[in-house]
């Protein structure tokens, strides 16, 4: 185990075939690494704005977000995603007021259109201030805080005064300082992802890539499958990933959860579908717990009655989620769900009810 930042120099691969990695060591210091392959599983980091620059202080990333030396009085949050979503919910829940700006005519709008819905009903019924469709034209700092500039739907001319301002707008990866240019042309693309095969390989032999620097979900499960595929496949093994049931969740509470085919999928793709839903409000366990907010979506193929997608706002979705990854690896039938007998009382009833609702026998809607 060495620990430094390794890189790629000019005339790297040795006669015997092998390739010299050259590392920068944390402690000080330079050392080589001699192997037949390496694999590229450098991550990401927050992206910037031009707007302003990131300070670490009052105009902040998600990285300082998790630490903030004390409760910001208000938190004004630009951009609507998955991150912002999340660090929004738990600061809004410290005591901050919350502010979410999104560019977007709606959240979350790479899921399904009633995950992006929901939540706009829930964060504005839990206080957390949301400007959709938003243009922002300038942020600076005053005595005061940061002042944020723009335009929304509806408002012209929006002004928000906030103690912090998180930027929010993705992540990206981290190939810069690699020495990837010394490997050969076009490893990257235009957005700087590593370009590789079904293989996780380069067009350089014996360089793979991984995780957040190559497209996809920037999710660490995701990176952990195609890490151990990658393995598998050097180890004269077939290594792979199914993309399709890569769970994806929202950390914000209630949860939110997602996995398979959305209803933009669906439509985009001209694939036929039927679908079931099943509020909460039905399910005994939610109702014990005294929080019964959310609903369970999914859809099924109308004839073989294949599961689809299934959609969540939930408690626990993350943990939800993983029975459909699993049945829906094993092509699982919407009916083979529904007969399924689930414990009761609950949360995994709620899937249950989805599939029932399919075939229009839900059980407590």
């Known amino acids: 185990h060495i620990k430094g930042r390794g890189f790629f120099e000019a005339h790297s691969l040795t006669k015997d075939g092998l390739r010299r990695t050259s590392v920068k060591l944390t402690s000080g210091g330079q050392t080589q690494i001699l192997s037949k392959n390496v694999i590229i599983a450098t991550g990401s ?39 912002g979503l999340e660090l929004g919910s ?50 600076t700092i005053s005595k005061k805080g940061a002042v944020i500039k723009g335009s929304a739907k509806n408002q012209t001319n929006l002004e928000v005064l906030a103690d912090k301002v998180l930027y929010s707008v993705g992540r990206q990866p981290n190939t810069e300082g690699l020495g990837l240019e010394q490997l050969g042309d076009n490893l990257r693309d235009h957005r700087g992802y590593i370009i590789t095969d079904h293989r996780y390989a380069t ?48 950390y914000t509470w209630p949860e939110v959860a997602s996995i398979g085919f959305n209803d933009r999928d669906l439509k985009q793709q001209n694939l036929p579908f039927k679908q079931g839903s099943f509020a909460l409000k039905g399910n005994a366990r939610a109702k014990v717990w005294g929080d019964d907010s959310g609903f369970i979506k999914m859809y099924a193929d109308p004839k073989t009655d294949e599961v689809l997608g299934v959609h969540m706002v939930s408690p626990h979705a993350s943990e939800l989620v993983a029975e459909m ?41």
């Open 45 to 83: 980091q927050p992206r910037a704005l031009p707007l302003a620059a990131v300070d670490h202080h009052i105009i902040c990333d998600s990285t300082d977000a998790l630490s903030f030396p004390s409760i910001p009085k208000k938190l004004a949050i630009i951009g609507g995603g998955v991150i």
């Open 90 to 139: 738990v600061w809004q829940r410290l005591g901050t007021e919350v502010v979410i700006l999104e560019a977007q005519p709606s959240l979350l709008e790479g899921m399904d259109s009633s995950l992006g819905k929901y939540m706009v009903r829930h964060l504005k019924n839990h206080n957390i201030t949301l400007h959709l469709s938003c243009h922002i034209e300038s942020v």
């Open 203 to 250: 067009k350089t032999p014996g360089i793979f890539a991984i995780g957040d620097v190559i497209k996809g979900p920037m999710l660490a499960h995701k990176a952990e499958v195609e890490g151990v595929a990658v393995s598998e496949i050097l180890a004269g093994q077939t290594g792979y990933v199914n993309y399709h049931t890569i769970p994806n969740v929202i």
């Open 325 to 365: 990854a699993v049945a829906m690896n094993f092509k699982a039938s919407a009916e083979d769900i529904a007969r399924t007998c689930h414990a009761h009382p609950s949360l995994s009833e709620a899937i249950k009810e989805s599939a029932l609702a399919s075939h229009n026998r839900s059980l407590h809607s």
